[in-house]
Structures are given as structure tokens and as C-alpha cells.
């Protein structure tokens, strides 16, 4: 009985001592390389996913794909998102001024 306790008691402190993982974005976003410099600024006044207000879901979230901002309603289409970048990167095309 004493061996169970200890292994609990043991248990319980080293989970109380490790730190909160924090929530980092996708690899796809970490790893780009012109993420490196200053992002392209958002175009858009809604979320690239769903085309809701960006305050629509609470707090909005945001990432930085291959050099462009890119924002979103909700951390669910964060997600959406990076299934399928190409789907929802066409979006930005016609918003994005032409190089003179």
C-alpha cells in the first residue's frame, strides 16, 4: 500500500512540475522561409476560411504562411486551412496589388 502512495504521490509532483506545452503554430508555418522578415499584410477584412467577421468566433487568430499573414475567425480554421493552403490562397490572389 505504501509503494502505491509513494508511486502516486511521485506521480502527481512530477506532473505538477512539468510546464504548460504551449500551442505552437503548424510546421508548414513555422518553416517557411520568407516567414523570416516581415509578413505580406492581410488584404481581407474576414476570415479567409469561412469569410466571417474576424471577431465573429472570439478572439481572432493569425498565422504566417510562406511570407503572408493570414487570419482567421476561430483556431478551427487554423486548421482547415492547413489541409488545404492552395484552396483558400487563391482567395488572396485578386487582393494582392501587382508588382510594378
Same mark, same amino acid.
Do not use: H, W
Given at each position: 500500500?505504501?509503494?502505491? $502512495?509513494?508511486?502516486?504521490?511521485?506521480?502527481?509532483?512530477?506532473?505538477?512540475?512539468?510546464?504548460? +506545452?504551449?500551442?505552437?503554430?503548424?510546421?508548414?508555418? #513555422?518553416?517557411?522561409?520568407?516567414?523570416?522578415?516581415?509578413?505580406?499584410?492581410?488584404?481581407?477584412?474576414?476570415?479567409?476560411?469561412?469569410?466571417?467577421?474576424?471577431?465573429?468566433?472570439?478572439?481572432?487568430?493569425? +498565422?504566417?504562411?510562406?511570407? #503572408? $499573414? +493570414?487570419?482567421?475567425?476561430?483556431?478551427?480554421?487554423?486548421?482547415?486551412?492547413?489541409?488545404?493552403?492552395?484552396?483558400?490562397?487563391?482567395?488572396?490572389?485578386?487582393?494582392?496589388?501587382?508588382?510594378?
Amino acid at each position: 500500500m505504501k509503494t502505491k $502512495l509513494l508511486l502516486f504521490a511521485t506521480l502527481a509532483l512530477s506532473l505538477a512540475a512539468t510546464p504548460a +506545452i504551449a500551442q505552437t503554430p503548424a510546421p508548414a508555418a #513555422q518553416k517557411s522561409p520568407a516567414a523570416k522578415g516581415t509578413p505580406k499584410p492581410y488584404p481581407l477584412k474576414v476570415c479567409l476560411v469561412t469569410d466571417n467577421d474576424l471577431d465573429s468566433m472570439g478572439d481572432e487568430t493569425s +498565422i504566417v504562411y510562406e511570407g #503572408q $499573414l +493570414i487570419k482567421f475567425c476561430c483556431a478551427p480554421c487554423e486548421k482547415k486551412f492547413l489541409k488545404n493552403p492552395a484552396r483558400y490562397l487563391a482567395k488572396l490572389a485578386p487582393n494582392v496589388p501587382e508588382k510594378k
